[in-house]
Protein backbone atom coordinates (compact mmCIF):
# COMPACT_ATOMS: atom_id res chain seq x y z
CA UNK A 1 0.00 0.00 0.00
CA UNK A 2 2.72 2.38 0.48
CA UNK A 3 4.58 1.91 -2.37
CA UNK A 4 1.10 2.64 -4.37
CA UNK A 5 1.09 6.24 -2.29
CA UNK A 6 4.55 6.88 -2.83
CA UNK A 7 4.19 5.92 -6.75
CA UNK A 8 1.05 8.25 -6.98
CA UNK A 9 2.97 11.05 -5.38
CA UNK A 10 5.87 10.45 -7.82
CA UNK A 11 3.52 10.72 -10.78
CA UNK A 12 1.85 13.85 -9.57
CA UNK A 13 4.81 15.84 -8.70
CA UNK A 14 6.04 14.99 -12.52
CA UNK A 15 2.41 15.81 -13.70
CA UNK A 16 2.83 19.02 -12.21
CA UNK A 17 6.55 19.91 -13.15
CA UNK A 18 6.14 19.05 -16.46
CA UNK A 19 2.81 21.67 -16.52
CA UNK A 20 4.84 24.36 -14.93
CA UNK A 21 7.46 23.81 -17.72
CA UNK A 22 5.45 23.48 -20.51
CA UNK A 23 3.80 27.13 -19.18
CA UNK A 24 7.45 28.31 -19.57
CA UNK A 25 7.84 27.64 -22.62
CA UNK A 26 4.65 28.18 -24.10
CA UNK A 27 4.67 31.41 -26.30
CA UNK A 28 3.14 34.85 -24.84
CA UNK A 29 -1.07 35.26 -25.84
CA UNK A 30 -0.64 38.37 -27.98
CA UNK A 31 -2.61 41.24 -27.23
CA UNK A 32 -5.76 41.83 -29.63
CA UNK A 33 -5.66 44.33 -32.50
CA UNK A 34 -8.87 46.37 -32.94
CA UNK A 35 -10.19 45.83 -36.19
CA UNK A 36 -9.97 49.49 -38.48
CA UNK A 37 -13.53 50.16 -38.60
CA UNK A 38 -16.66 49.07 -36.73
CA UNK A 39 -19.77 49.08 -38.91
CA UNK A 40 -23.69 48.04 -39.60
CA UNK A 41 -23.50 44.23 -39.81
CA UNK A 42 -20.51 43.66 -37.30
CA UNK A 43 -20.78 41.67 -33.94
CA UNK A 44 -18.80 41.21 -30.85
CA UNK A 45 -16.98 43.26 -28.06
CA UNK A 46 -16.30 45.96 -30.05
CA UNK A 47 -20.16 46.64 -31.07
CA UNK A 48 -21.05 46.41 -27.64
CA UNK A 49 -18.27 48.92 -26.54
CA UNK A 50 -19.71 51.45 -29.04
CA UNK A 51 -23.18 50.52 -27.77
CA UNK A 52 -22.89 50.96 -24.16
CA UNK A 53 -20.41 54.54 -24.77
CA UNK A 54 -23.45 56.00 -26.60
CA UNK A 55 -25.83 55.01 -23.79
CA UNK A 56 -23.42 56.48 -21.43
CA UNK A 57 -23.23 59.52 -22.78
CA UNK A 58 -27.02 59.85 -23.37
CA UNK A 59 -27.25 59.19 -19.67
CA UNK A 60 -24.96 61.80 -18.97
CA UNK A 61 -26.07 64.68 -20.99
CA UNK A 62 -29.79 63.49 -21.04
CA UNK A 63 -30.37 61.89 -17.34
CA UNK A 64 -32.00 59.08 -18.93
CA UNK A 65 -31.22 55.32 -19.63
CA UNK A 66 -29.23 54.96 -23.53
CA UNK A 67 -31.50 54.32 -26.34
CA UNK A 68 -29.86 51.22 -27.17
CA UNK A 69 -29.81 47.11 -26.38
CA UNK A 70 -26.36 46.55 -25.09
CA UNK A 71 -26.90 43.22 -27.37
CA UNK A 72 -23.41 42.97 -29.35
CA UNK A 73 -25.35 43.47 -33.17
CA UNK A 74 -24.76 46.60 -34.96
CA UNK A 75 -28.00 46.93 -36.67
CA UNK A 76 -29.85 49.94 -37.94
CA UNK A 77 -30.47 51.41 -34.16
CA UNK A 78 -27.24 51.49 -33.55
CA UNK A 79 -26.35 52.88 -37.17
CA UNK A 80 -28.63 55.94 -36.25
CA UNK A 81 -27.50 56.73 -32.66
CA UNK A 82 -23.97 55.89 -33.96
CA UNK A 83 -24.37 58.87 -35.97
CA UNK A 84 -26.31 60.83 -33.62
CA UNK A 85 -23.03 60.10 -30.90
CA UNK A 86 -20.43 61.36 -33.72
CA UNK A 87 -22.34 64.46 -34.65
CA UNK A 88 -22.46 65.46 -31.02
CA UNK A 89 -18.67 65.01 -30.98
CA UNK A 90 -18.46 66.72 -34.19
CA UNK A 91 -16.98 63.81 -36.09
CA UNK A 92 -18.37 62.94 -39.60
CA UNK A 93 -22.12 61.79 -39.06
CA UNK A 94 -21.40 58.26 -41.37
CA UNK A 95 -22.67 55.71 -39.04
CA UNK A 96 -19.27 53.63 -39.37
CA UNK A 97 -16.79 54.03 -35.70
CA UNK A 98 -12.88 54.09 -37.17
CA UNK A 99 -10.19 55.81 -35.31
CA UNK A 100 -11.82 59.60 -34.85
CA UNK A 101 -14.79 57.75 -33.68
CA UNK A 102 -13.63 55.43 -31.50
CA UNK A 103 -11.11 58.05 -29.37
CA UNK A 104 -14.44 59.15 -28.00
CA UNK A 105 -15.81 55.44 -27.29
CA UNK A 106 -13.26 55.12 -25.16
CA UNK A 107 -13.35 58.15 -22.94
CA UNK A 108 -17.30 58.16 -22.84
CA UNK A 109 -17.13 54.25 -21.99
CA UNK A 110 -16.07 55.53 -18.67
CA UNK A 111 -15.51 52.06 -16.43
CA UNK A 112 -14.99 49.90 -19.31
CA UNK A 113 -12.78 52.18 -21.87
CA UNK A 114 -9.26 49.87 -20.78
CA UNK A 115 -11.03 47.50 -21.42
CA UNK A 116 -12.87 48.46 -25.04
CA UNK A 117 -9.26 49.44 -26.10
CA UNK A 118 -8.89 46.37 -27.63
CA UNK A 119 -11.65 45.95 -29.51
CA UNK A 120 -12.34 49.30 -30.65
CA UNK A 121 -10.15 51.65 -33.25
CA UNK A 122 -8.33 54.41 -31.55
CA UNK A 123 -6.08 56.65 -31.99
Sequence with gaps: MRIRTVSARAGLLAATAA??????????AAAA???STI???DTGHG????QHAVNNYYK???GKS????????FGTSTAD????YQGKHGVHADSIVGKN???YVIIDDGYYGNYCKSYVPHN
Excluded: I, N, Q
Excluded at 66 to 73: I, K, Q, T, Y
Design 19 to 28: LGVGSLLAPA
Design 33 to 35: TPP
Design 39 to 41: AKG
Design 47 to 50: VWCV
Design 60 to 62: TYY
Design 66 to 73: GPLAEDAV
Design 81 to 84: WVAW
Design 101 to 103: TGH
